[in-house]
Each structure stands twice: as C-alpha cells, then as structure tokens.
C-alpha cells in the first residue's frame, strides 16, 4: 500500500516538474511574441510615418506652379541676355558714383543668381536701365 | 492596395500633363518665332544606375528633343539641360512623378547629354 503510495507521489512531483519546465517554455515564448509584436508596431508607425511623409513631400512638389514658358525662352536667349547685362551692369563701370556702384553691385548679384532664368534677367535689365541709366 | 491604384493613375495623369504642358508652350513659342527650335519632350527608359525613391521602374526618362528647325550644337544641348535643371520645382516634379534621368538629344541621330535628376534635388523629406 505504501509502495503505492510512494509510486503516486513520485509521479506526481514528475508531472509537477514536467509542468513547470512547459510553463517556462509557454512564458519565454508568450514574452518573444509580446516583444516581436511590439517591434512590428514599432515598424510599422515608423514606415507610416515615412509614408505619410514621402506622400506629404509629393504633395507639395506637385501643388508648384512651373513656368513652361519661360523654360522654353531661357533655354534659347537667357545665356545671350547674360552674357550682355553681366558686361553692361558690371559695378567697376561705375568707379566714381558710389550710389551708383552699390545699385549696380547689388544688380550684378542677381543677374549672377538668374542666369538661367530669362523672365528675371529681363526685370533686371529694365530695373538697371531705369535706375543705373544705361541703355542695354 | 485600392489606394496604390488610385495613386498609380493619379500619377500617369500628372506625368501625361506635364508632357503636354511642355510641349504645348514649345510649340507656341516655335510657332510665335520666340525660339528657333521645335523641342518635344518625351519619356524614355532612362538609365538604371540614376534610380531613387520615386523612380518608376519603366520608363524613368523625361527626354527634350529637338523636333524641327535649327540644329541643336552641343552647347545648346547643355544650355537647355541646364536651364530645365535650374528650374527647382520642375525638378522637384519630375523627381516625384517616377522620373530619374533628363536627356536632351538633337533631332539627328543619337548625340545628346543625360543628367542624374537627383543630384540637383534634396531628397531628405
């Protein structure tokens, strides 16, 4: 009887040990799960947030206004117009006037910075005509 | 999935307007005699190693072509691809439309030059 007994008991403490060891098992694989999904929820607003942000930066490029137009204009005559304001609007052309010279210094600045754009060099010229005085 | 789709037409419309658009102004203009030159532009291939995020993996070219009247010279061939790259919200466009490559070609033959769309934009949105 108490063999019988002791049998018992002893496989009950197997099944007590087996139990915990699956349990063990169970926690560390629930724990890898809980962080794996953590992390793809992590990704996932990552990737929106790089999404909504691509979409966001299309958006915009596609609201600008394009001048094909002027495109169009510059690609013939913007170097030619350059090439004349940059030697007529140049600042040592005016050594003695130093207003003059200022107006003019400022004047060459933007034509260097639209060379390429033909509908600005043409406000430039008119603007250095009226204000330095000189025929272009 | 429906908005990709709805994303993918949105797009082929902004890009066949753009064409039209370009080629409607070169048009007028070589027709007013403001330009001695008929530009067309066009999609192309376009080279592979240009790629970035938006490039569209068919045709990622946007190519310029003298169509008709005076010969294009290797400088004007340049000129033009550097006044369509100085023009930062058509690149910007272009860039978002799936284009990588510009390619500016004379009427004859295959002589041209092609520029790298993404070295002229920041693209760090």
């Excluded at chain 1, 098992?25 to 909504?52: P, R, T, Y």
Aim: proline share 1%.
């Amino acid at each position: 009887m108490n063999d019988t007994m002791n049998d018992t008991i002893n496989n009950l403490s197997n099944i007590s040990e087996q139990i915990d060891i699956w349990m063990c098992i169970a926690l560390v694989e629930l724990i890898l799960i809980v962080f794996l999904l953590m992390k793809i929820k992590k990704g996932k607003v990552k990737w929106q947030e790089n999404l909504s942000r691509k979409e966001q930066f299309k958006q915009d490029a596609l609201k600008e206004e394009i001048d094909f137009g002027n495109i169009i204009q510059s690609s013939f005559h913007a170097q030619q117009l350059y090439d004349k304001l940059k030697i007529k609007c140049h600042p040592d052309r005016f050594p003695n006037d130093a207003e003059k010279n200022e107006i003019a210094n400022e004047i060459f600045q933007e034509i260097a910075k639209n060379k390429r754009n033909y509908k600005k060099l043409l406000e430039l010229k008119a603007q250095a005509e009226q204000q330095l005085n000189i025929n272009i | 999935m429906w908005n990709r789709i709805r994303e993918w037409f949105r797009d082929r419309s902004a890009r066949a307007r753009l064409l039209r658009d370009f080629n409607y102004n070169a048009r007028k203009a070589f027709i007013e005699g403001i330009v001695p030159t008929l530009l067309k532009a066009g999609v192309s291939k376009g080279c592979s190693s240009y790629r970035h995020q938006f490039s569209d993996w068919l045709k990622s070219g946007f190519r310029v072509q003298a169509f008709a009247g005076v010969e294009l010279s290797k400088s004007d061939i340049i000129n033009i691809g550097e006044v369509v790259l100085s023009e930062n919200a058509l690149v910007r466009t272009l860039v978002v439309l799936g284009f990588d490559t510009l390619e500016v070609h004379g009427d004859v033959g295959n002589y041209g030059c092609r520029w790298q769309l993404k070295d002229y934009i920041q693209l760090s949105y």
